[in-house]
Each structure stands twice: as C-alpha cells, then as structure tokens.
C-alpha cells in the first residue's frame, strides 16, 4: 500500500513530531506476560528479561519505552528508512526488517508482541497467525494507537479542516473495527480482546504542529499543491483559535490500547 510505504521519506520528522507512548500504557500491555511474582528490580525495570517484539515498530517511538522498562526488545518493520533512523537513536536495539504477515523468527521465541500506531496496517487475516506463532504460551498481543481527542473543540476543527488526511481522532478510533477483527481472526489462538485508554496530551505549538501533521500518510501522497494547501489552512485555523494561538498549548490525546493473551 503507498500510503503504508511512505514515512520512510520523512523519518526524521517522524521521530521529532510524533508523540510517545504513555508508560501506564505499555505496563498495561506487558502486565498479562510479566509474572507477578518477579516485581520490580532495582531500577523499577518491571519487564527486565521479557523479550518483546515491537512489530511495525518505526522510528523507534514505542522500542524506546520498551526498553527503558528493562524489555529485551527485537524492533522490526518493513521500511529501511523508518529503520535506519530507529537504528541511528537506539543502536543497542536489534532492529531487523520484516512484516507482520511474515515474521522472520521462530515459533515461540517471544514473551510480547506490541504493535504502536501499526495493527492498522496489516492483514489480520494472516497477521494474526503468525504473531499467535512466534509468542509463547501466556504471552501477550498488544496494539496502541494515539489519538487526538476530538471531545474537545478546537481539536474536532482541526479534524474538520484538515478533511479526513490525519490520523483517526478518538472518536473514530473507539468506532473502528480493530477489536472485533482482531477477536475474529484470532479465535482459538488468543483469549478475550481487552481494551483501555490512557491519558497522553502533547506540548505543542502552532507551527510544530503543522509539522506533525505533515507526517500523515494521507498528506504524504497527496499532490505538493493539495499537500500545501492543507497545511496552510491547518496554520491558519491554528492561529485563529484562541486555544493554540499564544505561544505553548497541549494537544489533548488519548492513547487506545489493545491487549489479548496467547493460549
């Protein structure tokens, strides 16, 4: 898909706009694989010798976290781009490349599979499976996404100018159809589909703003003109509105979390 296949020309920009992932989030997306009984080492590094698989996993943004909890993570994605910088900010991760319809590791090798602002992307249909056959019995299938809270105004404004070519705003994203493909296609393989959300607002300003915005997939292929033009009326409503028009704000953000355990 062309729209799947073009961050790798702003890579850069990716790592510097896009938002993170809330800690809460990915403990709440490790905690089925992480035994209760181990607690927390020294260092509060609760996932200390789970080995992770960030699938889909970037420039980085969701690796970066994992790791900081003590995970033993394997970062893979199909784009070299997306990779190379992942690499060039984590380089004591093993990053390699592959898809989630074609896992290059072995059955049961490892303890999660997470996948940050990616299920979206795959093939569930043949994804599924091979993430149900590189995790370990009790291991645990997670994905994350960020979305912009559009239970605020200004924020359902910016959705309306930018017409449909950013990411799926938190109304959208609790309306998908994510959860109930991810039950369907994983039917005897995982347990039940839980979900949670979790609070993430971002500091922005108006023009690192429109910076991220530039950085969906959607703009991305639009034509330069059409692209341009978006992003001029985007700045413009920005500037308008009382919100976001004096210097620092916070983008209210909402990151929707997915989780089920492998049988």
Same mark, same amino acid.
Request: net charge neutral; aromatic share 0%.
């Given at each position: 898909m062309r729209r799947g296949s073009s961050f790798g020309a702003v890579a850069a920009a990716y790592a510097e706009h896009r938002p993170d992932y809330p800690e809460a989030a990915v403990r709440w997306c490790l905690a089925p694989a992480t035994p209760e009984a181990a607690g927390r080492d020294a260092a509060g590094?609760? $996932? $200390? /010798?789970?080995?992770?698989?960030?699938? !889909?996993? /970037? #420039? /980085?943004?969701? #690796?970066? $976290?994992?790791?900081?909890? !003590?995970?033993?993570? #394997?970062?893979?994605?199909?784009?070299? !781009?997306?990779?190379?910088?992942?690499?060039?900010?984590?380089? !004591?991760?093993?990053?390699?490349?592959g898809s989630a319809e074609a896992i290059p590791l072995a059955d049961g090798s490892v303890d999660a599979v997470i996948c940050g602002q990616a299920m979206h992307w795959f093939d569930l249909t043949v994804a599924v499976p091979q993430m149900a056959r590189v995790l370990a019995t009790g291991g645990v299938l997670a994905g994350m996404w960020n979305c912009d809270d559009d239970r605020a105004q200004w924020v359902a404004g910016l959705h309306a100018v930018a017409n449909g070519a950013l990411s799926a705003a938190l109304s959208t994203r609790r309306a998908d159809s994510i959860a109930p493909d991810l039950a369907r296609t994983g039917a005897g393989l995982f347990t039940r589909v839980e979900r949670a959300e979790f609070p993430n607002g971002q500091r922005r300003t108006a023009a690192s703003l429109v910076d991220a915005l530039a950085t969906h997939s959607k703009l991305l292929v639009m034509a330069p003109a059409e692209r341009d033009r978006l992003l001029a009326a985007a700045g413009a409503y920005l500037a308008a509105r009382p919100e976001t028009s004096q210097g620092e704000f916070t983008l209210p953000m909402i990151t929707v979390a997915l989780r089920a355990v492998r049988r």
């Open positions: 590094r609760d $996932a $200390a /010798g789970l080995r992770v698989l960030d699938l !889909g996993a /970037g #420039t /980085g943004k969701l #690796t970066a $976290a994992l790791a900081r909890l !003590g995970a033993d993570v #394997t970062a893979m994605d199909p784009d070299a !781009g997306m990779l190379a910088e992942l690499s060039s900010r984590l380089p !004591g991760v093993r990053a390699l490349p």
